[in-house]
């Protein structure tokens, strides 16, 4: 048996950044140990309900899971070893950590987890960007925490955001050298993208604050590079960290040989993955569903034993087509036929073929990907595959 | 006359827009009986979606009551009516099946435009009309003020107002016995061959065109074999039947009765509204009056977003003009657009309408040009043009003049409104022939001016003007010389003839630079640069750039979150349906209507 994936979701942080809309609760929530409490009877639950099978890859995600106390950690790996199987062991265990929450003591609990891969939420590397991002870690942070993980035998990805209000492309270059001179295994870079709707999260917090946050995002979009900057910083971005020798391997993440996350491809390879927590999206048997993103709703949910809310919209061959778009490799059409059927093949085949996408996709016998530009265009190309 | 000819009232019931109409006629329906209480909800007769969302009735809609009077059993056949100026024609239909109307007047808002209007047409048609002071439930009223208009524009006395409310159901019964002793029993012949009036129809997809008539000579049977008089289709009768307010199916109709012949005919040229049903075998020998045709009043381009769906857009008008005999429709090319149809309307309103039916009943993507009013090109070699799409405005080398349409318009407003009504009107070019009291307190305005003028929203500047206060109304004057040029306009260096306009020469440069202004901000980004031109006589007056799209990309998958992506996706593909593929670019439905705009400020 393969097994299945598993992700996480550990909503709390130290601060909320202004620009986030993650399932994310302040650290001091009163909701929390109710939270760690329900999130261990979902893995228990959904564990004996799959057959306790096999994980192949885990992933704990936040919010900043680096914040928990040790105890807490263990508390979490107690349930995550009654739930599944853990022989043979996972291939791959994430945790993501803020560089600025990040100890020994704390490191040392997640190894005991299994943890194997420490993606750090550096965002950018130099005292001016953090600034333009709200964030409240120091540049110096990084380099402390990717030698702390080294130590304990971890491979390091680093998540950088570009974009923010006022960046220049030469700035955007120091970020990426500063960066790429720590080697990290994997590199994720994302587009600040300024979400103008309150988003459900904002509840978890007391207060709310829509409010500010709105005055705050929108003070930043007025002064962020406009579209063809953005554009041209993700140019840089491919350029430039093919040259250091990683693979753009999807549309927002590179890797080193061999090092390509192995738990979000489970995503774009369309298999089947549990996520429990607050806001966690599973595919499992062909369904997707999620659990809400209110800390108060999920933990009502797990207490009352209510299922996740299944995605009624879902469609099995425009979501499994998006999603293989989106890495290098790309979809292969005859494989698509075999497992999808005649019908599916033509219906993306029809699609990729419209005016729309020219020069946005290419064609290499039955094999379509999407080229540099389709890349940071990408959402044209998915648009033709809405019905 | 027979007995039972006798004892048949057919009325309608008119008013101005909002002034309780339809609810009027839910009192009606209940204390009548025509409806159960359990099956009774508010306004019954607005059965329409769109009439429901709007507020308003669109259709006319005729329902069978019985009532009694002096132990006697009476036959009534309702006709509630709409407001809207747009459907004066549903209107002027519906008194020609009646011989008595009663005319509501809100008691908040007294003698409107629509009320004076439709006044007159059944005035002119004859009609006994029982004036009615309505919603007299509402607080602070002023009754006497009321009746004082209805004294001195109309000439009723105060012995003929009634007073009602179709909230309480206050006075309800007081007019239906009003109907009995006022309204004569339809004259006509019961022993002559059949003649009914088709006042309506409806498309009915099991009894194909189900015509409404009104039966003015002889008597109708199901199973007898029909004749349309104007087109001469001959039908044998599935079914007929009352409304009340469904179809209920009777054997016959009699002399004076209202009601439905399910005619089996399956296309709207074979049964036109205002042709008279005769008998095949025993035919009459003269039609009946019949209506004058609907007058379009504006006229615009629509056509399917998709090419493949031109088929099913002729269908649905086809299918939509039973239920709505004011709609015409011709076949129609555009360079830009494709194959479509070039309709006719009476007003914005219809127009609107006719374009969410299309949408809602017929599932189609649609765009529609602006609206134009239709002129009339005189050329040098003396032809006499009728223009009605501006992108075919002859070159003006070949042009002796242009007329355009103008209108007669009255509008009655509170006098301390009276100076921006004026105000407004001058900007509009307008002209003042009467100023006139309704009453101490109210002015009525008449004025000509040109329909391009009136359509481009001068209502709604109206109503802001005079605090909501203000009513209007309008009806063809005649045409007048107009000095206009045809503003063109070039969308990535091809010419767009739907988004031609024709303006007035010396506001014309003014208008070029607005609409391309204007356009700039409505056609979303392409993946490559789109220049936009306005050009006048072939010489570009204004040009702006619509700059390339470069990033449109979710860069997060986080969590495999694809729910949230999905949704964003939908909403960016439900946005390119409502776009026009014109070349290569994406123009969606609202930079078709910005034309409509042209010379007004960009915001
Ligand atoms: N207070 C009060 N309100 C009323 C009365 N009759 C109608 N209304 C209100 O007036 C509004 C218009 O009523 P309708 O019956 O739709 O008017 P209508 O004349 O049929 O309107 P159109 O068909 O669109 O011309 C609604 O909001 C009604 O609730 C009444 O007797 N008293
Ligand atoms: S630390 Fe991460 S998850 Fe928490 S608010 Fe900031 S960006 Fe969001
Ligand atoms: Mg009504």
Same mark, same amino acid.
């Given at each position: 048996?393969?097994?299945?994936?598993?992700?996480?979701?550990?909503p709390?942080c130290?601060?909320?950044?202004?620009?986030?809309?993650?399932?994310?609760?302040?650290?001091?929530?009163?909701?929390r140990?109710?939270?760690?409490?329900?999130?261990?009877?979902?893995?228990a639950?959904?564990?004996?309900?799959?057959?306790?099978?096999?994980?192949?890859?885990?992933?704990?995600?936040?919010?900043?899971?680096?914040?928990?106390?040790?105890?807490?950690?263990?508390?979490?790996?107690?349930?995550?070893?009654?739930?599944?199987?853990?022989r043979?062991?996972?291939?791959?265990?994430?945790?993501?950590?803020?560089?600025?929450?990040?100890?020994?003591?704390?490191?040392?609990?997640?190894?005991?987890?299994?943890?194997?891969?420490?993606?750090?939420?550096?965002?950018?590397?130099?005292?001016?960007?953090?600034?333009?991002?709200?964030?409240?870690?120091?540049?110096?942070?990084?380099?402390?925490?990717?030698?702390?993980?080294r130590?304990?035998?971890?491979?390091?990805?680093?998540?950088?955001?570009?974009?923010?209000?006022?960046?220049?492309?030469g700035?955007?270059?120091?970020?990426?050298?500063?960066?790429v001179?720590?080697?990290?295994?994997?590199?994720?870079?994302?587009p600040?993208?300024?979400?103008?709707?309150?988003?459900?999260?904002?509840?978890?917090?007391?207060?709310?604050g829509?409010?500010?946050?709105?005055?705050?995002?929108?003070?930043?979009?007025?002064?962020?590079?406009?579209?063809?900057?953005?554009?041209?910083?993700?140019?840089?971005?491919q350029?430039?960290?093919?040259?250091?020798?990683?693979?753009?391997?999807?549309?927002?993440?590179?890797?080193?040989?061999?090092?390509?996350?192995?738990?979000?491809?489970?995503?774009?390879?369309?298999?089947?993955?549990?996520?429990?927590?607050?806001?966690?999206?599973?595919?499992?048997?062909?369904?997707?569903?999620?659990?809400?993103?209110?800390?108060?709703?999920?933990?009502g949910?797990?207490?009352?034993?209510?299922?996740?809310?299944?995605?009624?919209?879902?469609?099995?061959?425009?979501?499994?087509?998006?999603?293989?778009?989106?890495?290098?490799?790309?979809?292969?059409?005859?494989?698509?036929?075999?497992?999808?059927?005649?019908?599916?093949?033509?219906?993306v085949a029809?699609?990729?073929?419209?005016?729309?996408?020219?020069?946005?996709?290419?064609?290499?016998?039955?094999?379509?990907?999407?080229?540099?530009?389709?890349?940071?265009?990408?959402?044209?190309?998915?648009?033709?595959l809405i019905? | 006359?027979?007995?039972?000819?006798?004892?048949?009232?057919?009325?309608?019931?008119?008013a101005?827009?909002?002034?309780?109409k339809?609810?009027?006629?839910?009192?009606?329906?209940?204390?009548?009986?025509?409806?159960?209480?359990?099956?009774?909800?508010p306004?019954?007769?607005?059965?329409?979606?769109?009439?429901?969302?709007?507020?308003?009735?669109?259709?006319?809609?005729?329902?069978?009551?019985?009532?009694?009077?002096?132990?006697?059993?009476?036959?009534?056949?309702?006709?509630?009516?709409?407001?809207?100026?747009d459907?004066?024609?549903?209107?002027?239909?519906?008194?020609?099946?009646?011989?008595?109307?009663v005319?509501?007047?809100?008691?908040?808002?007294?003698?409107?435009?629509?009320?004076?209007?439709?006044?007159?047409?059944?005035?002119?048609?004859?009609?006994?009309?029982?004036?009615?002071?309505?919603?007299?439930?509402?607080?602070?009223?002023?009754?006497?003020?009321?009746?004082?208009?209805?004294?001195?524009?109309?000439?009723?006395?105060?012995?003929?107002?009634?007073?009602?409310s179709?909230?309480?159901?206050?006075?309800?019964?007081?007019?239906l016995?009003a109907?009995?002793?006022?309204?004569?029993?339809?004259r006509g012949?019961g022993?002559?061959?059949?003649?009914?009036?088709?006042?309506?129809?409806?498309?009915?997809?099991?009894?194909?065109?189900?015509?409404h008539?009104?039966?003015?000579?002889?008597?109708?049977?199901?199973?007898?074999?029909?004749?349309?008089?104007?087109?001469?289709?001959?039908?044998?009768?599935?079914?007929?039947?009352?409304?009340?307010?469904?179809?209920?199916?009777?054997?016959?109709?009699?002399?004076?009765?209202?009601?439905?012949?399910?005619?089996?005919?399956?296309?709207v040229?074979d049964?036109?509204?205002?042709d008279?049903?005769?008998?095949?075998?025993?035919?009459?020998?003269?039609?009946?009056h019949?209506?004058?045709?609907?007058?379009?009043?504006?006229?615009?381009?629509?056509?399917?977003?998709?090419?493949?769906?031109?088929?099913?857009?002729?269908?649905?008008?086809?299918?939509?003009?039973?239920?709505?005999?004011?709609?015409?429709?011709?076949?129609?090319?555009?360079?830009?657009?494709?194959?479509?149809?070039?309709?006719?309307?009476?007003?914005?309103?219809?127009?609107?309408?006719?374009?969410?039916?299309?949408?809602?009943?017929?599932?189609?993507?649609?765009?529609?040009?602006?609206?134009?009013?239709?002129?009339?090109?005189?050329?040098?070699?003396?032809?006499?043009v009728?223009?009605?799409?501006?992108?075919?405005?002859?070159?003006?080398?070949?042009?002796?003049?242009?007329?355009?349409?103008?209108?007669?318009?009255?509008?009655i407003v509170?006098?301390?409104?009276?100076?921006?009504?004026?105000?407004?009107?001058q900007?509009?070019?307008?002209?003042?022939?009467?100023?006139?009291?309704?009453?101490?307190?109210?002015?009525m305005?008449?004025?000509?001016?040109?329909?391009?003028?009136?359509?481009?929203?001068?209502?709604?500047?109206l109503?802001?003007?005079?605090?909501?206060?203000?009513?209007?109304?309008y009806?063809?004057?005649?045409?007048r010389?107009?000095?206009?040029?045809?503003?063109?306009?070039l969308?990535?260096?091809?010419?767009?003839d739907?988004?031609?306009? %024709? *303006?007035? =020469? &010396?506001r014309?440069a003014?208008?070029?630079? /607005?609409?391309?202004? @204007?356009?700039? !901000?409505?056609?979303?980004?392409?993946?490559?640069?789109?220049?936009?031109?306005?050009?006048?006589?072939?010489? %570009? *007056?204004? =040009? &702006?750039?619509?700059?390339?799209?470069?990033? /449109?990309?979710?860069? @997060?998958?986080? !969590?495999?979150?694809?729910?949230?992506?999905?949704?964003?996706?939908?909403?960016?593909?439900?946005?390119?349906?409502?776009?026009?593929?014109?070349?290569?670019?994406?123009?969606?439905?609202?930079?078709?209507?910005?034309?409509?705009?042209?010379?007004?400020?960009?915001?």
């Amino acid at each position: 048996m393969r097994g299945i994936s598993l992700y996480v979701h550990l909503p709390f942080c130290a601060a909320r950044c202004p620009y986030c809309d993650f399932a994310t609760a302040p650290a001091s929530s009163a909701l929390r140990a109710r939270y760690l409490g329900a999130l261990a009877t979902e893995i228990a639950r959904e564990g004996a309900a799959l057959g306790r099978p096999r994980l192949r890859t885990i992933f704990v995600g936040g919010g900043t899971p680096s914040l928990l106390d040790p105890p807490e950690v263990a508390r979490l790996d107690a349930a995550l070893r009654a739930g599944f199987a853990h022989r043979p062991r996972p291939r791959e265990v994430t945790v993501e950590a803020n560089p600025a929450t990040l100890d020994r003591a704390r490191l040392e609990a997640w190894r005991e987890l299994g943890v194997t891969r420490l993606s750090l939420g550096a965002q950018s590397l130099s005292a001016r960007g953090l600034r333009a991002l709200g964030r409240t870690h120091q540049p110096e942070d990084v380099p402390a925490a990717v030698e702390a993980a080294r130590s304990l035998g971890l491979r390091v990805a680093i998540d950088l955001i570009f974009g923010w209000p006022g960046q220049s492309v030469g700035e955007w270059r120091e970020d990426l050298d500063t960066a790429v001179a720590l080697g990290p295994d994997h590199l994720s870079c994302y587009p600040l993208e300024l979400e103008l709707e309150p988003e459900a999260s904002i509840a978890n917090w007391p207060g709310a604050g829509w409010k500010g946050l709105e005055r705050w995002r929108r003070t930043a979009a007025a002064c962020q590079p406009d579209d063809r900057g953005l554009a041209v910083l993700y140019a840089v971005a491919q350029r430039y960290l093919a040259r250091a020798g990683y693979r753009h391997y999807e549309i927002s993440n590179w890797a080193r040989e061999g090092s390509i996350c192995l738990h979000n491809s489970t995503y774009w390879r369309n298999g089947p993955w549990l996520g429990v927590g607050a806001g966690a999206h599973s595919h499992l048997g062909g369904v997707r569903s999620c659990r809400p993103v209110s800390l108060a709703r999920y933990i009502g949910d797990i207490e009352r034993d209510a299922p996740r809310i299944v995605d009624q919209g879902a469609d099995e061959t425009v979501d499994a087509a998006i999603l293989a778009l989106r890495l290098d490799t790309g979809i292969d059409l005859a494989r698509f036929a075999l497992r999808r059927g005649a019908d599916a093949r033509e219906r993306v085949a029809r699609a990729l073929g419209a005016t729309g996408v020219v020069g946005l996709v290419r064609w290499s016998g039955d094999r379509v990907t999407l080229t540099p530009r389709g890349r940071i265009l990408a959402s044209e190309v998915f648009v033709q595959l809405i019905p | 006359m027979s007995d039972a000819q006798q004892r048949i009232r057919n009325f309608c019931v008119i008013a101005h827009v909002d002034h309780g109409k339809t609810t009027l006629s839910d009192r009606l329906l209940e204390l009548t009986g025509t409806v159960a209480a359990r099956e009774m909800h508010p306004l019954m007769l607005d059965s329409m979606p769109l009439e429901r969302e709007k507020g308003i009735t669109i259709k006319a809609r005729a329902v069978r009551m019985s009532w009694t009077y002096a132990d006697e059993a009476y036959e009534l056949n309702l006709i509630d009516t709409p407001g809207h100026v747009d459907f004066n024609y549903e209107v002027s239909r519906s008194l020609a099946a009646c011989e008595g109307a009663v005319l509501l007047v809100d008691v908040s808002q007294g003698i409107e435009a629509q009320t004076l209007a439709n006044a007159y047409l059944a005035v002119e048609q004859g009609l006994e009309i029982i004036p009615v002071i309505n919603k007299v439930d509402l607080p602070n009223i002023d009754l006497e003020l009321v009746r004082e208009d209805l004294r001195s524009t109309l000439g009723f006395k105060d012995e003929e107002i009634l007073l009602a409310s179709g909230k309480t159901g206050l006075g309800v019964r007081a007019i239906l016995d009003a109907v009995v002793t006022r309204v004569p029993p339809p004259r006509g012949d019961g022993a002559a061959p059949l003649r009914a009036l088709i006042f309506d129809s409806h498309y009915d997809q099991y009894r194909g065109v189900v015509a409404h008539v009104r039966v003015v000579d002889g008597s109708v049977a199901v199973g007898d074999r029909t004749l349309l008089m104007a087109t001469d289709k001959a039908s044998e009768l599935l079914e007929l039947g009352i409304f009340a307010p469904d179809a209920r199916p009777r054997d016959r109709l009699l002399t004076g009765e209202v009601g439905y012949l399910a005619t089996g005919l399956k296309t709207v040229l074979d049964c036109r509204v205002g042709d008279t049903v005769t008998s095949a075998d025993a035919p009459a020998r003269e039609p009946l009056h019949g209506y004058r045709p609907a007058k379009p009043m504006v006229f615009a381009g629509i056509y399917p977003t998709r090419s493949d769906d031109h088929p099913a857009l002729r269908d649905a008008l086809e299918k939509l003009k039973l239920n709505d005999a004011s709609l015409v429709y011709e076949p129609e090319t555009s360079q830009a657009l494709g194959f479509g149809f070039r309709c006719g309307f009476l007003g914005l309103l219809h127009m609107e309408i006719v374009q969410e039916r299309l949408e809602r009943e017929y599932d189609l993507d649609i765009i529609a040009t602006a609206p134009s009013v239709e002129y009339q090109v005189l050329t040098t070699r003396g032809a006499e043009v009728p223009i009605d799409n501006p992108a075919m405005l002859p070159d003006p080398t070949t042009t002796a003049e242009v007329r355009e349409p103008w209108m007669k318009v009255t509008i009655i407003v509170p006098s301390q409104h009276v100076g921006p009504v004026m105000e407004l009107a001058q900007g509009k070019r307008a002209t003042l022939v009467e100023m006139t009291y309704v009453d101490p307190t109210r002015a009525m305005l008449r004025y000509d001016m040109p329909l391009s003028e009136v359509i481009v929203d001068f209502y709604d500047q109206l109503k802001s003007r005079s605090q909501g206060y203000a009513s209007l109304d309008y009806e063809m004057a005649g045409y007048r010389a107009a000095d206009v040029v045809l503003l063109e306009v070039l969308v990535a260096g091809v010419p767009v003839d739907a988004l031609s306009t %024709i *303006v007035h =020469r &010396e506001r014309a440069a003014y208008a070029g630079r /607005n609409l391309v202004t @204007k356009l700039r !901000g409505l056609i979303p980004r392409q993946q490559f640069d789109v220049p936009i031109q306005a050009a006048i006589g072939g010489k %570009i *007056v204004s =040009r &702006e750039t619509v700059k390339a799209l470069r990033k /449109n990309v979710l860069a @997060k998958c986080y !969590g495999g979150d694809i729910t949230r992506k999905r949704k964003l996706l939908e909403k960016q593909k439900a946005g390119k349906k409502r776009m026009k593929m014109v070349g290569q670019v994406e123009i969606p439905q609202e930079a078709f209507l910005a034309v409509l705009r042209a010379d007004e400020d960009a915001p």
